[in-house]
């Protein structure tokens, strides 16, 4: 009689165990107990996929390759985002291949964009139901016809935030990877070094920034400074923004610190990414995409 309570007892351990382990597995906090007490967590699929199969660029003149293949026009060939040329090696064809660059990914920046122009952007390119979609706009933003005309940052946060609901409305697992904004005065204080840059500045690029461009009186020092602060400021807007959203990655500002040199800038106009410069993006891209840990 003894003996058979002891099996009793046994196989009724047993089926507790297992029960309380089935509990363990589909419970609230998805862990089963370990030997010291605390519950092991639950293998989870992870939320941000580093290899996604498609790529929709959205933002300005910059992903548009303006300028760095002829003199004021768009290269998108050459864009650091889905461009197919081999010596830029664009973030599309890192992540796709040649083949996959050229039938999955979707280019939709425009040149003089700006962050008001960005919510239609992203609506076209949700059309095509992107698993991944780049963000690089602001730079037009500062780069007004004086330093009073920039965006206001309270303006530029709403318009990001309006873009990303409107792609959160469409496509709520589609992952986002913004770019800072690049450092407009580095780029001043390299590009004014050489003479045709400084003319074709006088064009139109970037005023608020480029205008008078030899000018070294403490008014332009001081306009240079205040789009120099705008541009931190929409920097901010982006890192804040963007890390409301669990599929969402900022660059910590690689763009903003990339130390862009001659080597990098258009010899058109000494201001926008030449090719070296576009392969430099899409390398910053790809190691914040790829990238274990953001």
């Not at 309380?20 to 967590?41: F, I, Y």
């Not at 602001?138 to 709403?158: I, K, L, Q």
Request: charged share 25%.
């Amino acid at each position: 009689m003894r003996k058979r309570s002891h099996r009793v007892r046994a196989v009724l351990a047993v089926v507790t165990a297992a029960l309380l382990g089935a509990a363990g597995c589909d419970g609230v906090d998805g862990g089963a107990p370990t030997p010291d007490g605390t519950k092991a967590r639950a293998a989870r699929p992870p939320v941000w996929d580093r290899s996604p199969d498609s790529v929709a660029a959205v933002g300005d003149s910059i992903t548009r390759g303006f300028d760095a293949c002829t003199v004021l026009s768009d290269c998108p060939e050459v864009s650091w985002a889905t461009g197919g040329d081999a010596g830029v090696d664009s973030l599309a064809v890192r992540l796709l291949g040649v083949r996959g660059a050229a039938e999955r990914s979707w280019n939709y920046a425009v040149t003089g964009a700006r962050m008001a122009d960005l919510p239609e952007q992203i609506e076209q390119a949700a059309a095509h139901s992107p698993e991944l979609v780049t963000v690089m706009v602001g730079a037009n933003d500062a780069c007004r016809s004086s330093a009073s005309a920039m965006t206001p940052v309270s303006a530029f946060r709403a318009d990001f935030e309006e873009a990303m609901s409107t792609l959160r409305a469409t496509l709520p697992k589609t992952q986002v990877y913004v770019a800072s904004v690049p450092n407009l005065k580095r780029l001043w204080s390299e590009g004014r070094t050489n003479t045709l840059g400084k003319q074709v500045w006088k064009l139109g690029i970037c005023p608020s920034m480029l205008g008078d461009a030899d000018d070294l009186t403490g008014a332009a020092t001081l306009r240079r400074d205040s789009v120099q602060q705008r541009v931190v400021e929409y920097n901010k807007v982006l890192k804040e923004v963007c890390a409301k959203d669990r599929r969402c990655r900022f660059d910590r500002n690689a763009v903003y610190d990339y130390r862009f040199g001659t080597d990098q800038l258009s010899h058109w106009d000494w201001f926008h990414p030449s090719k070296d410069g576009q392969a430099r993006l899409a390398e910053i891209a790809y190691r914040a995409i790829t990238a274990r840990n953001p």
